[in-house]
């Protein structure tokens, strides 16, 4: 049975940094691809970054690029998402994802398995 459980929420100012952290248990980490999700109150969840099996690709929406950095590091069975210069807008409940993929692919669909969700306010 796969588990995720994501930690590293909180509140934090504008322009501030927060690191997420997606621990997983019951499968081979390095066997999915991996992702962060996001949903803001009245929006729907949107994909904002993700990882190939081994970690050597990733991909990222625009309005996150170059501001958020996602990582993993199978032999700890962990994944995470380095936020820097928050906004107001990145408000949301933030989910992390897992699926079977091919070696060097991007997922950015078809995720399967997810967290529970750690949430991130970003206010002054």
């Known amino acids: 049975q796969v588990h995720l459980v994501e930690s590293g929420g909180g509140s934090v100012q504008p322009g501030g940094s927060l690191r997420l952290s997606c621990v997983n248990s019951?499968?081979?980490?390095?066997?999915?691809?991996m992702a962060w999700f996001r949903q803001a109150p009245g929006k729907e969840r949107e994909l904002i970054a993700a990882?190939?099996?081994?970690?050597?690709?990733?991909y990222y929406t625009n309005s996150v690029k170059r501001r958020f950095a996602i990582s993993r590091d199978n032999a700890k069975n962990t994944m995470y998402l380095q936020m820097t210069n928050l906004q107001p807008e990145d408000t949301a409940v933030y989910s992390c994802?897992?699926?079977?993929?091919?070696?060097?692919?991007?997922?950015?669909?078809?995720?399967?398995?997810w967290g529970q969700g750690t949430q991130v306010i970003v206010s002054s």
């Open positions: 994802a897992a699926r079977t993929a091919v070696t060097g692919e991007v997922a950015t669909s078809g995720y399967r398995y």
């Open positions: 019951g499968y081979t980490m390095s066997d999915y691809a």
């Open positions: 990882i190939s099996r081994a970690g050597t690709k990733t």
